[in-house]
């Protein structure tokens, strides 16, 4: 009769027998006692030692995230301390109390759910019901699941109850978000905070399980498990437990990754293969086809930057233990690390983190991933870099080779254009071809005239240096550079002719001159400033490309003109780092730049492009015509 009645009690409370169906194997395979426990030593050891010398508190707090064990270990403990024959802090699971636990009919441990048990009414139960004495056991357990989710009036109304219960009850507070309660409850609590479960922890008890159930699986299979499970042991569980029902039985990495729709680490390893070979097209048709067997950009991006830390950390014996995957493939990460040199994965590790952050934002998302592919097939072609992958280069090479006749063609300029010859040859460099060069070929500029810059042809060969990476689009004079004083032509002329050998040795001992340069020049490499901030200052960038920089009369201080005075403030604050950013791209030390606010009548705001060509019609009208000719709006 008792029996019967505990079967109908079962039953109406929602508690089914095992018997009556199939059991989750995160139900079944919940551990009976403290020895089966995985990833909690430290936690597991203090409880059983409160156990074995009978220093029980009255309140505890489990706290971590969500299948690490909170819930489970709280039964263990309900179940050890009522234990009647506890063996080292375990409990028997042979006592009527044990078993009663175990059959979830036991009348001393109550688990109550505070999300949907979180009025004042359902505390003012809890204070009623715990006066009453234990059934079986010594003690009186209640577990309260989610207490964070109780209201302040709630908590308040548990305050005194938490803090002097009777001595045969016990409060054992489960939640995932420990911020959430309030300190006077924490202050009343014994806190354990759970770890998330490794991943080799899981690994073992997978395969545990996978032994008791006669099911086989690779090693392989269950560390993709254990990661898809992100340090939840319930998660890992019930993921294995839908494999089981993918394969029938027999678990390969192959069913694994089809059944979780996890990418492959094959094309990680076959693009870091493309990448480091600089093979551009190749990378694109992998990334390609990651996408037609329906993956996500954002997914494929994430899981390449975690591909790059991997080999990072496979590169040394020492921080080899934090690379979580299966023995045969931790092998071919040693392998593949050893090619790819500490800057290549540096900056291939920024590249990408920079896509995943901005691929939420984009409008073409693919195009998006496919530049950052481009950019980190091109790192180990970079020779002049000397950042050593603290910040990647944003220029992009042409992908597709051309033959060589072809490229000179593009690169050697018409005789009319000027090349940036002279930021490339060392003042000492020009002074030397000045002394070898005759007068006759030393051209003196006339008043009212800019110096004319000599042509690559008129320069010897052997005092260029080819720049390889990159060229510099607005050429900038050193003073020295130039051959013959500005101000006084003719006198510099003759003193160059009659410059004797120990002269130009003094010369070449003097430090080098500053470079002059123009509002082009200034205006350009602005631009190229703007267009370095980062994504947070993306208002301030828009802003300075929308100014035209002005030079004062001392040719080296340029004047920024703003509308209003918060704008002005925060130009000002950019200042020293303006400052040193054009020195150094002008080869000037003397630039300066100073802030001023408008006047009211004076109009700083930006132009569009209608009202930018009616302001340049005005100057000329043959541009009127143009566009009336060619039909142009």
């Known amino acids: ?118 009025g004042v009414e359902n505390i003012r139960d809890i204070r009623e019901q715990v006066q009453y004495s234990p059934v079986e056991g010594r003690y009186k357990v209640y577990i309260i699941d989610e207490v964070h989710m109780l209201s302040a009036s709630a908590f308040n109304a548990f305050l005194k109850t938490l803090e002097e219960p009777p001595r045969h009850a016990i409060f054992i507070l489960a939640t995932t978000e420990n911020h959430k309660i309030l300190p006077t409850i924490l202050s009343r609590c014994q806190i354990y905070d759970f770890n998330r479960i490794s991943v080799e922890d899981t690994v073992q008890h997978l395969a545990y399980v996978a032994s008791k159930e006669n099911i086989t699986a690779e090693p392989e299979a269950l560390n993709v498990i254990a990661l898809k499970a992100d340090g939840g042991m319930r998660d890992a569980l019930s993921i294995f437990d839908q494999v089981v029902s993918f394969t029938g039985g027999h678990i390969t990495y192959k069913s694994v990754i089809e059944n979780l729709n996890v990418l492959d680490y094959e094309y990680y390893f076959r693009l870091t293969d493309c990448f480091l070979e600089n093979k551009v097209s190749d990378a694109l048709l992998l990334f390609n086809d990651v996408l037609n067997k329906g993956f996500d950009g954002s997914h494929f991006i994430t899981g390449l930057s975690s591909h790059f830390r991997d080999l990072l950390v496979s590169k040394d014996a020492a921080t080899l233990a934090l690379l979580e995957v299966g023995a045969s493939i931790r092998q071919r990460y040693q392998e593949q690390a050893q090619k790819c040199p500490l800057p290549f994965l540096y900056r291939a590790m920024k590249l990408c983190n920079d896509c995943d952050m901005n691929y939420r934002a984009s409008k073409n998302k693919r195009l998006l991933v496919e530049l950052a592919l481009i950019q980190v097939a091109q790192l180990t072609t970079e020779g002049d870099d000397v950042g050593d ?93 130039l051959g013959v004083s500005i101000k006084h032509p003719q006198k510099e002329a003759v003193s160059q002719r009659t410059t004797t050998p120990q002269a130009s040795s003094q010369v070449q001992s003097q430090p080098e001159e500053d470079y002059i340069f123009n509002e082009k020049d200034l205006n350009y490499y602005w631009q190229e400033y703007a267009g370095q901030l980062p994504i947070e200052h993306k208002a ?48 000037n030390r003397k630039v300066k730049m100073t802030v001023r606010v408008s006047a009211p009548a004076e109009n700083v705001r930006a132009f569009s492009r209608v009202e930018k060509f009616q302001m340049m019609a005005k100057k000329n009208e043959a541009l009127l015509q143009l566009k009336d000719e060619f039909g142009l709006y």
């Open 1 to 118: 009769m008792l029996k019967c009645f505990k079967h109908i009690f079962a039953y109406f409370s929602g508690r089914v027998s095992d018997s009556m169906g199939y059991m989750a194997l995160y139900r079944k395979w919940r551990p009976n006692d403290f020895d089966e426990v995985r990833g909690q030593d430290a936690i597991v050891q203090t409880l059983r030692n409160q156990i074995i010398y009978n220093r029980i508190g009255h309140a505890y707090l489990f706290c971590g995230t969500r299948g690490t064990g909170k819930t489970s270990i709280a039964k263990l403990f309900a179940k050890a301390v009522n234990c009647e024959h506890p063996v080292n802090g375990n409990p028997c699971n042979a006592c009527p109390s044990c078993q009663a636990i175990n059959n979830q009919s036991s009348l001393d441990v109550l688990e109550i759910d505070a999300a949907s048990n979180n």
């Open 540 to 587: 301030l960038a828009m802003r300075m490309q929308n100014i035209r920089l002005t030079l004062l009369n001392d040719d080296i201080t340029f004047e920024v003109v703003v509308d209003n005075e918060i704008v002005a403030k925060d130009f000002t604050s950019m200042i020293p780092n303006v400052q040193n950013y054009l020195r150094s791209r002008l080869k």
């Open 389 to 481: 992958g603290r910040r990647p280069k944003q220029a992009i090479k042409p992908i597709f080779t051309q033959s060589v006749a072809a490229q000179q063609s593009q690169t050697v300029p018409a005789t009319s254009q000027t090349q940036p010859v002279s930021a490339v040859v060392t003042p000492v460099q020009q002074q030397q071809q000045q002394l070898q060069q005759p007068a006759s070929v030393q051209s003196v500029p006339v008043a009212g005239t800019s110096p004319v810059i000599p042509s690559s042809a008129d320069i010897p060969a052997s005092g260029l240096k080819v720049p390889v990476k990159e060229e510099k689009k607005i050429p900038v004079m050193n003073k020295a550079g």
